[in-house]
């Protein structure tokens, strides 16, 4: 039988069916996206790529970055896809460990290497065989934002692809008629999963934004017909933070993940009639947990396993904790299958994190008696103060409640009597003018006296990965310099 991959997806859906529509482009068909991807795969074939070799691609959302992806499937090749804004030394960090055969890069990017533009693959009519590839071989590597060490190289398979979007299509009951609006990049594993993924194996299509545009989200959504979106929280507070533009949309569905104020939320389910389901999962565990698509989420909750999900909840100890009580979310599957194939060139780590098939996230979560997973903090980020421990995503919460707060981080930094003290990082909604007496006193009302931040310092904006997650790190670094 045949490996199910991005190549093969294509080809098997009917020819004339849309499946990709980029933002002012005409919508390509999945005959003309199968003709693409084999006309690319030629012209990787001919600078050299063969059976895994590994293609680095660092190029925005667009119709090229999808031929570059299917077509690596088509030749066996592995992806290995980067941020198209990263830094010289980052650049140099992935080329050094994935140590790709070629890189494909916009002209403007900082790569200090030979690259090719997609302008320079495409080789219509050559006849390029599809390579003979198993579930288990290596697809793609993704790699990890790297908010606190350089980032490491996630082994993605084909199996890993096809798991995720099937899971992801039957949670949904995702048909042929929805469309994916993506505007979350295409080289992180979000977009690959849980959008593009669970549309091949539908013969769905995706609806690609070149960039995040908080003031345009809803109308591009609604120009381009998308049926399920999906965000991360920090973006929906900035499309939030603009004014309704009118448009109608046809979202039924739209994914986030990362915290959310409830207020925040029921604007967003208002302004656009859709639904908020939220999502928990990395890069490295494939399969994610996720509320019912239906009323009786809990938009709250991280939701449940899906179905090849198989969890504990561990104390330090490693044992299961009790429901109620916040464990590290401890990650059960099979390497390659249900969970990612570990890291790219690093044994020690992979062993460290992955284990015997027992995936650490560093993530603390607890557990209802519905089975409803909320969560709780990263375990690094928890802080320790006079002995207890205090989870960052409790102050967040509850500071991120106050009217003139848009966005808040809570960091803990050292102090001499208590071993940390807690910092609190926020940016206020336009033209509010709190002080930091106010939002303190705020906190004292609501939080117990250990989890009240000591300091409050006003930022413009918080430092961010490229997805929006929090650069905790970077907090706790400007805090300790002179």
């Avoid at 198993?134 to 190289?153: Q, R």
């Avoid at 070149?210 to 345009?216: D, I, K, L, Q, T």
């Avoid at 207890?388 to 966005?407: F, K, L, S």
Wanted: hydrophobic letters at 45%; glycine letters at 8%; a negative charge.
């Amino acid at each position: 039988m045949r490996t199910e991959t991005t190549a093969t997806l294509v080809a098997a859906a009917p020819p004339d069916s849309v499946f990709a529509v980029v933002d002012g482009n005409a919508p390509i068909t999945y005959g003309e996206q199968h003709a693409r991807l084999l006309a690319t795969a030629a012209g990787l074939a001919a600078h050299g790529v063969r059976q895994g070799d590994r293609v680095h691609v660092s190029l925005p959302n667009g119709q090229e970055f999808l031929d570059i992806w299917f077509a690596t499937a088509h030749l066996g090749a592995v992806l290995v896809p980067t941020n198209p804004r990263s830094t010289a030394a980052e650049f140099a960090h992935v080329l050094a460990d994935a140590r790709p055969r070629i890189s494909i890069a916009a002209a403007d990017t900082a790569l200090d290497a030979p690259t090719l533009s997609p302008e320079e693959l495409a080789l219509p009519g050559a006849d390029v065989p599809a390579v003979r590839v198993e579930p288990a071989d290596p697809a793609a590597i993704l790699y990890t934002s790297g908010t606190t060490s350089l980032p490491k190289g996630v082994v993605v398979t084909h199996a890993n692809y096809r798991a995720v979007g099937r899971a992801v299509a039957e949670h949904l009951t995702i048909t042929a008629a929805d469309r994916w609006f993506i505007a979350l990049p295409l080289f992180h594993a979000n977009a690959q999963y849980y959008c593009t993924m669970s549309a091949l194996v539908r013969g769905a299509s995706v609806a690609l934004a070149p960039r995040f545009s908080a003031s345009g989200w809803g109308a591009q959504a609604a120009r381009l017909g998308a049926t399920l979106a999906s965000l991360f929280a920090a973006p929906i507070r900035m499309i939030l933070a603009n004014p309704p533009t009118g448009e109608e949309s046809a979202l039924r569905t739209v994914l986030f993940a990362q915290n959310l104020a409830e207020d925040q939320a029921a604007a967003f389910e208002r302004r656009f009639a859709t639904r908020l389901v939220q999502i928990y999962g990395m890069t490295e565990t494939v399969l994610p947990t996720m509320n019912p698509d239906g009323a009786d989420r809990r938009w709250h909750s991280i939701g449940r396993p899906l179905p090849g999900v198989s969890l504990v909840l561990a104390g330090e100890d490693g044992a299961p904790v009790a429901d109620g009580q916040p464990g590290e979310i401890r990650v059960r599957g099979v390497p390659g299958e249900t969970i990612a194939a570990g890291y790219w060139r690093d044994p020690a780590a992979t062993k460290a994190t992955f284990g015997d098939g027992l995936l650490r996230t560093g993530d603390l979560a607890y557990r209802d008696a519905d089975g409803f997973l909320y969560f709780v903090d990263r375990a690094k980020d928890m802080i320790k103060r006079g002995g207890e421990n205090v989870a960052t995503g409790e102050i967040e919460r509850v500071a991120g409640d106050h009217p003139a707060v848009a966005e808040c981080a809570a960091v803990g930094i050292p102090d001499p009597v208590y071993d940390e003290a807690i910092l609190l990082a926020v940016v206020l909604e336009p033209g509010a003018e709190p002080g930091a007496r106010d939002i303190l006193a705020w906190c004292r009302e609501r939080l117990a006296a250990h989890k009240v931040p000591a300091q409050v310092r006003f930022l413009s904006s918080l430092p961010r990965t490229s997805v929006g997650k929090i650069r905790k790190a970077e907090l706790r670094r400007t805090e300790e310099s002179p």
